[in-house]
């Protein structure tokens, strides 16, 4: 499974990409806004320290404008993958920005059939937000498993990003059940990488050679 941060801070991204796991970003506006700066200067930073794909979302939500926000991000990097939200007008963009090989990553999936749409439309990359379904008391892994059993069954080439995760546990989770992508917050990295037996073992190790 690809490991992706979830985030648009520079910082965060040089820790993360210097553990040498690291295969890619996906930025949302949102999380844009927290940083200080141009989005096409931070876009284009971010670019330079990752060797994978990121992405970066539209603000536009017509179909044409869509398009040439896209061509503008696109030119920044082409590490660049354009995020288009699941919409009528999406859709029509996704299938425009295919024909023009820019990559795809159809965001604000929450069913199997946006899913689906996203998919037959061209694009790359589908978002499924778990998270933001629990959060509603609907088990957001439900779609992230229909989307991967139709792209197997179909053998689509797209990949299912397992986003808006909310804990290490949805990171399991999307291991298991072989989620080609999982984009993760900072807070959530760091706690996979520790584990208290971890700290104790090692706070041993050091006594016990000390003590010899
Ligand atoms: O990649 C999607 C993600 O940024 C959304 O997460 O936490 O805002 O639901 P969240």
Request: aromatic share 6%; glycine share 8%; charged share 25%.
């Amino acid at each position: 499974m690809k490991l992706y941060l979830d985030t648009a801070n520079i910082e965060q991204i040089r820790e993360i990409a210097g553990w040498g796991i690291l295969d890619g970003v996906t930025t949302n506006p949102s999380l844009m806004a927290k940083e200080k700066g141009d989005y096409k200067k931070i876009l284009k930073e971010i670019c330079d320290i990752v060797k994978g794909p990121v992405s970066g979302e539209v603000l536009s939500l017509e179909k044409d404008s869509m398009v040439e926000e896209a061509r503008e991000l696109s030119s920044i990097s082409e590490h660049v993958v354009i995020k288009i939200p699941c919409t009528a007008d999406g859709l029509k963009a996704t299938r425009q920005l295919n024909s023009e090989n820019i990559p795809v990553n159809m965001t604000l999936v929450f069913s199997a059939n946006q899913g689906l749409l996203g998919i037959k439309a061209g694009a790359r990359y589908i978002s499924s937000f778990v998270g933001r379904l629990d959060d509603i008391g609907n088990p957001g892994i439900n779609v992230v498993e229909d989307l991967l059993a139709l792209i197997n069954l179909y053998r689509y080439d797209t990949e299912v990003i397992f986003a808006s995760i909310r804990h290490p546990e949805h990171v399991r989770q999307a291991a298991i059940i072989g989620s080609h992508i999982a984009t993760i917050p900072y807070n959530i990295f760091i706690q996979l990488i520790k584990h208290p037996l971890t700290d104790v073992g090692i706070e041993r190790f050091l006594k016990d050679w000390q003590n010899k």
